[in-house]
């Protein structure tokens, strides 16, 4: 099983940027999928999750109305789109699959997780 994360960078606060987590060697429609990040110094912690079959999603106070998880299922893809970024949203992004309809914002639930992929804001 692997899940690929890309797609992070470097922007400027206030821009926006698309991350993407592709995974092999599983049934993707069969996962919920989540995402979370880790800012140096600091704890993992979760940013976003999605039902298997896109019909639930939740998110952290902190990115709610400026960050959206939605998935396609036919490109074994979970996407994380984030605008209106800010300074302290700069931290290592990583995506993980938890077998089943619903998935959480406890990390040790999930069964898989990606390398991460860095996402930095500049003020």
């Known amino acids: 099983v692997q899940l690929q994360a890309s797609g992070g960078g470097l922007v400027q606060a206030g821009g926006s940027l698309r991350v993407s987590c592709t995974s092999s060697?599983?049934?993707?429609?069969?996962?919920?999928m989540g995402w979370f990040r880790q800012a140096p110094g600091k704890e993992r912690e979760f940013v976003a999750t999605?039902?298997?079959?896109?019909?639930?999603?939740d998110y952290t106070d902190s990115v709610k109305g400026r960050f959206t998880i939605p998935r396609d299922n036919a490109k074994n893809t979970v996407y994380l789109q984030m605008n209106s970024l800010k300074p302290e949203d700069t931290a290592v992004y990583y995506c993980?699959?938890?077998?089943?309809?619903?998935?959480?914002?406890?990390?040790?639930?999930?069964?898989?997780w990606g390398q991460g992929t860095l996402v930095t804001v500049s003020s």
């Open positions: 993980a699959a938890k077998r089943g309809a619903y998935a959480n914002r406890n990390r040790y639930d999930y069964d898989y």
């Open positions: 060697g599983l049934t993707f429609s069969t996962y919920a």
């Open positions: 999605i039902a298997r079959g896109a019909g639930s999603t």
